[in-house]
């Protein structure tokens, strides 16, 4: 077989129906449940001036350093693909002076260069909220919370919480020392990239997943050894609030998470049926991010979630059910521009309908209307046309009747069945 000439470029997918349909449904899922939860959609650019992505998600995480898709315009501007929605949405709300607190949800794609893989593509949709102004232990646990409903309604039963503290800028300083020299010690069991790490950004050791980093940071020293009281009191309430909601989570003192503005709370959601990328999610709280970005002491907290890996991890919906649609049939040219009025009719009336123009025979538009998984025919034979009625069929049972002309809406109506 040849190469098709053109082909979509590595990483990125193609969303033909019906898996178009069952992403739409996820990201409905996503929109009704954060409505629910009082959030806000926020739309931002899909790019942004580099330095927005470097200062927030942090000059040596992996992210900006190796996966950024920067470019300069004909302007000879420096911007980059959004590799994540935290740092345009804070962006947003400085610049727009949204009023603080606000909750925001998000829903679009994203770039990242990375190794494609199962589960990890160079464009991929997140579905994200961004609580603006809470600084809360409450709303740390009301978001997480949040992600294990959504993957609950969408029947992902596998999903496991893993929560961590990473602590905050009084207690952050002497945990990171302590793991610094705790790794220079290892310094030569180390892979190249964390030996740079070492000083630039030691926590990012434990994301590394080369097998010797892993076995060399074995026994370090976690973040959760050196919170300050104020910290531990945090993490203390936020895993009260989860356990009074009864929701089953696992403490991951290596949980650091791979972008540089967390402090506090951080937290992911795994599943063991995606494989080596089996994040479905994850978050935290940044509570210095909003002034990093020129804005006011402001604290936030947030979630992001993989749209390509939950619809993975998402059991096979069964099978659609008939749409509700009407199929327009006409059984020769003579009706065929009554079909069409009668398409335009239902359609102002908002009932979807279709009608096959160019077919040939009455078979071949049957057919159509099965494709189309319409939930009935409406046929205009010359019979019809002469008494001022329709033929109605129900394609799900095959009951065929008449309808007067002006009844034939409701009619239709009343087969759509959910
Ligand atoms: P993140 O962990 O980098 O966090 O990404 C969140 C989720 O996006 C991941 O768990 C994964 O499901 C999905 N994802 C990331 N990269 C890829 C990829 N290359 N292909 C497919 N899916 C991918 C953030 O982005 C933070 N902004 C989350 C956040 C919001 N923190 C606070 N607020």
């Known amino acids: 077989m040849t190469e098709p000439k053109q082909s979509r470029p590595k990483g990125t997918q193609d969303f033909t129906p019906p898996d178009s349909e069952r992403r739409r449904h996820v990201e409905g899922v996503f929109r009704h449940l954060a409505e629910c939860y009082g959030y806000q959609e926020i739309i931002t650019p899909t790019f942004e001036h580099t330095t927005v992505f470097v200062k927030s998600s942090g000059e040596g995480s992996d992210v900006v350093t190796k996966e950024m898709y920067s470019f300069k315009d004909r302007g000879d501007r420096d911007l980059t693909l959004r590799p994540e929605g935290t740092p345009g949405v804070v962006r947003a709300v400085i610049?727009?002076?949204?009023?603080?607190?606000?909750?925001?949800?998000?829903?679009?794609?994203?770039?990242?260069?990375?190794?494609?893989?199962?589960?990890?593509?160079?464009?991929?949709?997140?579905?994200?909220?961004?609580?603006?102004?809470?600084?809360?232990?409450?709303?740390?646990?009301?978001?997480?919370?949040?992600?294990?409903?959504?993957?609950?309604?969408?029947?992902?039963?596998?999903?496991?919480?893993?929560?961590?503290?990473?602590?905050?800028?009084?207690?952050?300083?002497?945990?990171?020392?302590?793991?610094?020299?705790?790794?220079?010690?290892?310094?030569?069991?180390?892979?190249?990239?964390?030996?740079?790490?070492?000083?630039?950004?030691?926590?990012?050791?434990?994301?590394?997943?080369?097998?010797?980093?892993?076995?060399?940071?074995?026994?370090?020293?976690?973040?959760?050894?050196?919170?300050?009281?104020?910290?531990?009191?945090?993490?203390?309430?936020?895993?009260?609030?989860?356990?009074?909601?009864?929701?089953?989570?696992?403490?991951?003192?290596?949980?650091?998470?791979?972008?540089?503005?967390?402090?506090?709370?951080?937290?992911?959601?795994?599943?063991?049926?995606?494989?080596?990328?089996?994040?479905?999610?994850?978050?935290?709280?940044?509570?210095?991010?909003?002034?990093?970005?020129?804005?006011?002491?402001?604290?936030?907290?947030?979630?992001?979630?993989?749209?390509?890996?939950?619809?993975?991890?998402?059991?096979?919906?069964?099978a659609p059910a008939r749409r509700h649609s009407a199929f327009v049939v006409w059984l020769t040219e003579a009706e065929r521009d009554a079909a069409q009025e009668l398409a335009d009719r239902l359609r102002a009336d908002g009932i979807a309908a279709q009608v096959d123009y160019g077919a040939r025979k009455v078979k071949g538009q049957f057919k159509s209307a099965d494709a189309a998984q319409a939930a009935c025919c409406i046929i205009i034979g010359p019979d019809e046309l002469a008494k001022g009625v329709y033929s109605l069929k129900d394609l799900a049972t095959g009951e065929q009747r008449e309808v007067a002309s002006d009844a034939i809406n409701e009619a239709v109506r009343a087969l759509f069945r959910d």
């Open 95 to 318: 610049e727009n002076r949204l009023r603080i607190p606000c909750r925001l949800y998000y829903v679009g794609p994203f770039f990242r260069y990375g190794r494609p893989q199962k589960g990890r593509f160079r464009e991929f949709g997140q579905l994200g909220l961004e609580a603006l102004g809470e600084a809360s232990p409450l709303v740390d646990a009301e978001i997480i919370y949040f992600g294990a409903g959504f993957f609950e309604d969408l029947g992902i039963r596998d999903c496991l919480v893993q929560v961590n503290s990473i602590g905050c800028r009084a207690c952050r300083p002497a945990y990171r020392n302590t793991l610094r020299d705790f790794l220079l010690d290892r310094s030569g069991q180390l892979c190249a990239d964390c030996q740079v790490r070492i000083e630039r950004n030691p926590l990012r050791v434990f994301d590394c997943k080369v097998e010797a980093c892993r076995v060399a940071v074995k026994d370090a020293p976690t973040p959760r050894q050196y919170l300050c009281t104020d910290c531990e009191q945090h993490h203390e309430q936020v895993l009260s609030a989860l356990n009074r909601r009864g929701l089953r989570y696992e403490a991951n003192d290596r949980l650091v998470r791979g972008l540089d503005y967390y402090n506090r709370t951080t937290f992911e959601y795994i599943s063991a049926s995606l494989g080596a990328q089996d994040s479905l999610g994850g978050g935290g709280r940044y509570d210095y991010l909003v002034e990093e970005l020129g804005g006011p002491d402001t604290p936030g907290v947030g979630v992001a979630i993989g749209l390509e890996r939950t619809l993975l991890a998402a059991p096979a919906e069964p």
